[in-house]
Nanobody, 123 residues
Framework: QLQLVESGGGLVQPGGSLRLSCAAS????????IGWFRQAPGKEREGVSC????????YYADSVKGRFTISRDNAKNTVYLQMNSLKPEDTAVYYC????????????????WGQGTQVTVSS
């Protein structure tokens, strides 16, 4: 069964850090770009970050630039999202998704999605 599984979410105070993981099973991530998306209650799902299949290209939403870092370890078939200086507005369910080779903007292009992990930033 081909699937992505996110982990690492939780409750953190403002200014804190979390590292999300996106692990693939049933297929290799080597040929896929991986995007991180998030969806807050009552809002549309939005792109947060993306890394190309080679790892050479990374992209960030303006709202997270300088605070979040995306990386990948193909040997572990896993992509990470390091989130620092977290703010209450980062609270959302975070999803990872896979698309072949290069990062794209449209959510509909992504072939595989994880089930999501909740991130809550609150004091």
């Amino acid at each position: 069964q081909l699937q992505l599984v996110e982990s690492g979410g939780g409750l953190v105070q403002p200014g804190g850090s979390l590292r999300l993981s996106c692990a693939a099973s049933g297929f290799t991530l080597d040929y896929y770009a991986i995007g991180w998306f998030r969806q807050a209650p009552g809002k549309e799902r939005e792109g947060v970050s993306c890394i190309s299949s080679s790892g050479d290209s990374t992209y960030y939403a303006d709202s997270v630039k300088g605070r979040f870092t995306i990386s990948r370890d193909n040997a572990k078939n896993t992509v990470y999202l390091q989130m620092n200086s977290l703010k209450p507005e980062d609270t959302a369910v975070y999803y990872c998704a896979a698309v072949q080779a290069v990062c794209v903007v449209g959510l509909s292009w992504y072939d595989y999605w994880g089930q999501g992990t909740q991130v809550t930033v609150s004091s």
